[in-house]
């Protein structure tokens, strides 16, 4: 079968590989759909030790059942389904009450549980085929694969994080995103769905703001010093209860953290290597009391179930650029270079 493999650190290539075989708790898929995101971007140009050498990349995936397991009755032939990119241990004190995206068995309190496309040799769903837990799939029905396939990334990770923090965003409460890419755009398109909040959007790109306006009380250029200012005037002073930060630089972390309410939340979302000095000083904080700030990690498969649901009822309707497996470079280019204003999604032929 074709592949988009990490062949070594640094070296991505189309590559041909055996069709894997279905263990007892496993289905095998036809692939109809792969994500793209910059994790995939990130783990291309890296050479930590920690790059996935030799596996095949993509940890959003959507497909159809072609073969199940010995041990697999809840799934059959034919079923699409979507998979949840965390393939977590299913019986320790986390999983059991639905954390899995905290899996306690991991071996290493800063190590996720196994993420496919991600994590050393664990195969992902840049190829024809691929293998799965059935532990790990959601049913999609009719849904479009590569509307579901972004869904288990750029709908999921968002959806985690207001799902965290729905306490906070009461009729009158703020959200605040940083940075409407593609999951800018889903966390925008969620809190509309599930919330009665004001929502506040910011980035650096005009485009990217037209495109959203119609969905935000207020749309802000983040590198604007006023800023700030706006956001506090819009909320009396007070902040906004919620700040979600899809990039994660330094300046976007001190951005979040210098709106964010008393007893509110930042969910530092983006991994762009930012940084942020607490103290616990009387005077001169960088937080106000009670404030959190917190990097959170994808989302628990019921999570995923939610954003399955509320997509197919019209609710997530994600912008999608399309590419074959054959054009998974150039798909990884243009997403590189900004030229991918929604999702990129393979298509296996």
């Known amino acids: 079968m074709k592949t988009l493999q990490l062949v070594e650190p640094t070296r991505l290539e189309l590559t041909e590989m055996d069709k894997p075989a279905v263990g007892e708790s496993d ?127 750029a709908a999921l990770t968002p959806y985690h994080s207001i799902q965290q923090t729905r306490h906070l965003l009461a009729p009158g409460s703020t959200a605040v995103v940083i940075g409407v890419g593609g999951l800018g755009r889903m966390a925008v398109q969620i809190l509309r769905a599930v919330t009665a909040a004001r929502v506040i959007v910011l980035d650096v790109r005009d485009a990217v703001l037209d495109a959203v306006r119609d969905r935000a009380d207020l749309a802000l250029r983040s590198d604007d010093p006023g800023a700030e200012d706006a956001i506090l005037k819009a909320t009396g002073g007070y902040g906004a209860e919620v700040v979600l930060d899809l990039v994660g630089d330094d300046s976007t972390l001190a951005l979040a953290t210098s709106v964010v309410a008393p007893y509110g939340a930042v969910r530092a979302i983006g991994l762009s290597e930012g940084r942020f000095t607490f103290e616990t000083s009387q005077g001169g904080m960088s937080l106000p009391w009670g404030a959190s700030l917190t990097r959170p990690y994808s989302g628990s498969h019921q999570d995923l179930v939610e954003v399955v649901g509320l997509a197919r009822a019209g609710l997530l309707t994600p912008e999608i650029h399309r590419f074959s497996l054959d054009q998974g470079l150039t798909a990884l280019d243009d997403l590189e270079a900004g030229r991918v204003r929604g999702r990129a999604v393979l298509i296996p032929e």
């Open 27 to 153: 289905v095998l898929l036809r692939v109809r759909a792969a994500g793209v995101c910059q994790t995939d971007v990130h783990m291309r140009h890296t050479a930590e030790v920690w790059a996935p050498s030799g596996t095949v990349l993509g940890h959003e995936t959507a497909g159809e059942i072609v073969e199940v397991g010995a041990g697999v009755s809840a799934w059959s032939p034919g079923d699409a389904v979507a998979v949840h990119p965390v393939w977590s241990c299913g019986a320790c004190r986390a999983c059991v009450s639905g954390r899995q995206n905290a899996c306690m068995r991991t071996g290493n309190r800063m190590i996720p549980a196994p993420t496919p496309g991600v994590s050393p040799g664990v195969h992902g769903g840049m190829a024809e085929y691929m293998v799965a837990p059935a532990s790990a799939l959601v049913g999609i029905g009719d849904l479009d694969p590569a509307v579901a396939a972004t869904l288990t990334d």
